[in-house]
């Protein structure tokens, strides 16, 4: 009986110890994510700033402008919620993204705007990744919805981020395939042109064949119906169109049968 009482007292010792991990684990899981979510706002901050500076391009430009203006206020935001939970978040850059600023703004002016893409690549890479997993296995519920909230706006930041990247590094060799295009649509403008010219003539000559042919007729029922009295009228139908031969050809039968 005692051997149970002391196996039952460990399994709750156990049991409540892994409760205690879980819980401080999840808190960690919680403030590391306050303070990661506070870092990258800041170095998309920083990096934005240099940006506008040393930019050439003016898409990069308003990229630069988006980032500073929409993680200024993601970090605010973050701040009075963080100063709810009593987290206390970073007011400077780490080391690590310290470097990545110092380095940017080194790169040389030709080389600066791929460069500056190429990291906010990565950057909203890893942002999306942090606040998906906050959002689907955060614990505090305050910092789950800021989560879930944030989350389509840095997917649309890493959409765009990657747009221009695309058109940088697209840039560097596209004269070719354009002149390729430009060859491949010349032809074909000159195949359609061509066989619209073809269509036309063939068009013009069975129309041609069509009017000669419904001519005859024509005049030949004009020749056979000259002795009647209507035979001014149907000396005027000579000059109609064929759309008017069936009308002539009616009247001259009505007369005919009156007669």
């Known amino acids: 009986m005692r051997a149970i009482r002391t196996s ?6 156990l049991c409540c110890a892994a ?46 402008q988006q980032m500073v203006t929409d993680h200024t206020q993601a970090n605010q935001e973050l701040t009075q919620l963080a100063s709810t939970k009593g987290v206390t978040l970073p007011t400077a850059l ?40 906050q959002a689907e296995r955060g614990t505090d519920a305050d910092a789950k919805a800021w989560a879930a909230k944030m989350l389509p706006t840095l997917q649309g930041h890493l959409s765009m981020a990657k747009s221009i990247n695309d058109t940088l590094r697209g840039s560097r060799g596209g004269g070719n395939s354009s002149a390729g295009n ?4 010349n032809a074909s403008n000159v195949n359609r042109s061509t066989n619209v010219r073809q269509d036309n003539r063939n068009n013009s000559g069975g129309n041609t064949n069509a009017s000669n042919s419904n001519r005859r007729p024509n005049v030949n029922s004009n020749s056979n119906s000259n ?13 109609n169109s064929n759309s008017n031969s069936g009308n002539a050809n009616n009247g001259n039968t009505g007369n005919m049968n009156h007669r």
């Open 19 to 64: 409760a205690f991990l879980w819980t401080a684990e999840a808190e960690m899981q919680d403030k590391d994510f306050f303070t990661e979510a506070a870092e990258g706002s800041l170095a998309e901050v920083a990096l934005g700033n240099i940006a506008l500076q040393k930019a050439q391009s003016e898409a990069v430009k308003q990229f630069a």
């Open 8 to 13: 039952i007292c460990s399994a709750l010792v």
């Open 94 to 133: 780490s080391a690590k993204r310290q470097r990545d600023v110092t380095d940017l703004n080194a790169e040389a002016a030709s080389n600066f705007d791929r460069e500056y893409m190429e990291m906010m690549v990565k950057d909203h890479e890893k942002d999306v990744r942090l606040f998906q997993r």
């Open 182 to 185: 430009s060859s491949d649509g």
């Open 227 to 239: 002795s009647n009295s209507n035979g001014n009228s149907n000396s005027n139908t000579n000059s």
